[in-house]
């Protein structure tokens, strides 16, 4: 069974730090990979995905991930943070077989910015 | 232009009392989804539909149920709401399922009195 773990509930960076958001994923072959946020009282955006090909994709708002086969893992980053990036963060694994039917998501980073 | 529109943002109900969520797409994905969040939580999947095809999660309690009435509707019944009920419940939609992007309307607040 897929599942998805991200270590940091809570994480705390200076406005204009850069960021690190972990996230570690099971899953038996080669998987999707997103990441979502979430800001207080919205739905999930998302905010890039990994299917195949290059390691180190891109997404919106200048943040940035690394899908690594080795570590199972597929952490979210952003050289210099801005206020309105605070919110909560959530890591999704999905599977290639279209019949499964779902995305497994991790239990969330909360990410607070300080002036 | 919002694709996933989720009505109301905010409902409240009494203890026991019948309520029905409502969530419409501009997207003509096939799957539609209902997710329940905690506060602090992972979204958590109800069901979804595949098309006409319901799929229902093994530990969705049976005070919740689901309609589906063409591709662009879905909605979400609460039989019975209890206080642990209160949560937002998100709708969601893909093209695909498995491991397609989601993309999701803004929630429903749902307070139990």
């Known amino acids: 069974a897929q599942s998805v773990t991200q270590p940091d509930i809570h994480i705390t960076v200076s406005e204009g730090a850069s960021l690190e958001l972990r996230c570690n994923y099971s899953y038996g072959a080669t998987p999707y990979l997103f990441w979502y946020v979430q800001s207080p009282g919205q739905g999930l955006q998302l905010l890039l995905k990994?299917?195949?090909?290059?390691?180190l994709v891109q997404g919106i708002k200048g943040f940035e991930a690394e899908f690594k086969r080795s570590q199972s893992s597929f952490n979210l980053r952003k050289p210099s943070v801005h206020w309105s990036d605070a919110a909560e963060y959530f890591c999704a694994v999905g599977a290639h077989n279209t019949n499964a039917g779902k995305s497994t998501f991790g239990d969330g980073t909360t990410l607070t910015v300080k002036p | 232009d919002a694709m996933v529109i989720q009505n109301p943002r905010y409902q409240v109900t009494q203890f026991g009392k019948p309520v029905t969520l409502s969530c419409s797409q501009t997207?003509?994905?096939?799957?539609m989804y209902w997710y329940q969040q905690k506060s602090s939580q992972a979204p958590k999947l109800l069901f979804h539909y595949y098309d006409k095809d319901f799929n229902n999660e093994a530990d969705t309690p049976d005070n919740f149920q689901s309609r589906r009435p063409n591709t662009s509707f879905c909605f979400l019944d609460i039989r019975s709401p209890g206080l642990g009920d209160a949560a937002m419940y998100l709708c969601?939609?893909?093209?695909?399922?498995?491991?397609?992007?989601?993309?999701f309307g803004a929630g429903t607040r749902l307070s139990v009195l």
């Open positions: 969601a939609t893909s093209r695909e399922a498995g491991g397609d992007i989601r993309y």
């Open positions: 997207l003509n994905h096939n799957v």
């Open positions: 990994y299917f195949s090909g290059d390691t």
